[in-house]
């Protein structure tokens, strides 16, 4: 099935024709619950990998503020509780029985860390074919993202390692990848298997990244607009932030576009090696809308499902969460695929 963003509430461009010239194509993926094949494009689903070339792994420091769990810990834990929240339930009946109540504590126990380099963990698998204007390599047709799943020092995100090949050439596909020993506590970067239903729309630059004056005009305009269709609230209080939450950068995975800075002010994402601007490239997301968010729900799932939402919610079907629910996003320069990436929590 494919997903339909609705037309945004305005064309703002033409209401601020300075911002016209500042659209960018993104592509949102619309990772949905599915069993994709190394065949096909996916969100932690498995990889189209040579069964002869080694399995990346990462020796680098890690945040050790919590105890690790494995990645069998972290499946059974939501396939526990998935069952639970979809069963009947009757007033006042826990959850989880005390049978279950005792495995799930200990799931979350955690165990020593492992201490021996960490078997890297598939994110995504992007076939050129299925996103509209990604290009890579002369000769690649693929873009294979691996990250680790654990909080490293330096950013506290997982690190990540892009893999760009050519398809054709794996004529040995290896069948079952090493795993991962330490996985973080809780989860947060084990993406359950999604296929894709991608889409091109039009972003514009977050407020944070527009000249002052300008945001400014558009925080006024766009308190008077909501003013204009919800006289009731005094204060106007969310109209400040219409532009952005509803007419500049769409939620969710995606690939291309503008950086979702929300939290932080932007900074320059330069390349390491040749100082260049560095453009976004994927965008990984803790879930594909929220209350602020709405008008970008897909046609396809304004409906609310028909029986019981288990643990995997609709607007989040591959489960990763950045920090408290913001974006990782990751920036490659455009002089040279062999410079290294940039990563980024927004």
Partial sequence: MVRTTPPRPVDIASIFPELAPLARQAVRLHPRPGTPTPYESSIGGPLLWPANEEWPVCAETHDDWQLPVSLDDVRRRRALLEAAW??????????LSPEEQALLDTLQ????????????????????????????????DLLQVLWCPLDHDENSLPATRLVWRDAASVVDPLVSPPQPADVDHDGNYVPEPCILHPEPVTE???????????????????????AKSHPED????????????????????????WGPWSFCDPWPMLCATCKTECRPLLTVSSGEWDGGSGSWIPLEDRVPPAGPVGLRQPSDPPMVSIGRGYNMQIYICPVSFDHPHLENMQ
Avoid: C, F, M
């Fill in 86 to 95: 979809l069963r009947p339930r009757g007033p006042k009946e826990n959850l």
């Fill in 109 to 140: 126990a955690g165990h020593p860390w492992h201490g021996e380099p960490n078997a890297l963990l598939p994110v995504a698998q992007l076939y050129l074919r299925d996103i509209p204007g990604l290009t890579g390599p002369d000769g690649a």
């Fill in 204 to 226: 514009y630059p977050a407020p944070h990244e527009l000249p002052e004056e300008l945001a400014e005009r558009l925080t006024a305009w766009g308190r008077a607009e909501w």
């Fill in 234 to 257: 005094e204060d106007h209080g969310r109209g400040h932030a219409y532009y952005q939450y509803e007419l500049s950068v769409a939620p969710g995975w995606k690939v291309g576009g």
